[in-house]
């Protein structure tokens, strides 16, 4: 059943963006770059390595470096969702996530904090700390679950319009495809990132295009946070294969 105007119309009002949310939004996404940023470029290369390795190894670093600072504003909005989320339960406030670009925001946000914690694994495994880096694995696969249940969630709380359920499912079969290819095969070692990438760079940005054009073209009201999660999709999908393109 669709909302009332008067609901919308109160949503949309508590959803209007303001500096505090401006505020969060940059330190959230100062977060993101700070955690997920490679470490400089000549610091991880021995002094031996060969001038060809540590050529490939520089333009694979500067490309990274580049999809961070690119994606970094896409990635701290997703984070930014998560804390309004978690505020607005709290405080018992209605209102967000009620509309699905707020749904697309918070999993983008629960899949920062996935890309997050890889970073972390990464920095920390030279250190050898093996409870640590435990800890980190398990934060890990309790991320991909939580989006995994997100997306179940979002699927069946947005009832309309049609085509958003199936944008949600759609990416739900996406980060399950990541999520048992992750199972399948160990952190590191090589697994069907083909059928990946073709899956999440493609098809979930297409449908999240197409829901969104539907909506323009039916009149349909968001708010602000809405629009944001919609160009958050095709915006990370769009940077990371201009990228690995132009790599």
Known sequence: MSQSPSNTNRE??????SIAHLLLWTATTALAVGTIM????????????????R??????????????????PVLGAGLAALVIATWRRWRHQPGFPTQPGHWMLMIVGMCTVAAMDLALVNRLSRFNSNLILSSLVLIF???CLVTLILLA??????????????VFAIAGVN???FFFGCCGFPLGEPFPFQLITLAVFHATPI??????VLDVLSGRAHDVFHWVGVVAVPALAVIL??????G
């Not at 949309?12 to 963006?17: F, G, S, T």
């Not at 050529?55 to 970094?72: K, N």
């Open 141 to 143: 696969w309790v991320t």
């Open 12 to 17: 949309q009002a508590a959803n209007r963006l």
């Open 55 to 72: 050529a490939y190894l520089s333009r694979q670093q500067q490309q990274w470096r580049m999809a961070t600072v690119l994606t970094g």
């Open 153 to 166: 969630v979002a699927y069946f709380r947005v009832s309309e319009p049609l085509p958003w359920k199936c």
């Open 38 to 53: 490679p470490d400089p470029i000549d610091a991880p290369f021995q002094s031996d390595m060969p001038a060809e390795v």
């Open 241 to 246: 294969s201009g990228l690995t393109f132009l």
């Open 175 to 177: 980060v399950g495809l």
């Open 207 to 212: 449908s999240v295009v197409v829901a969104a």
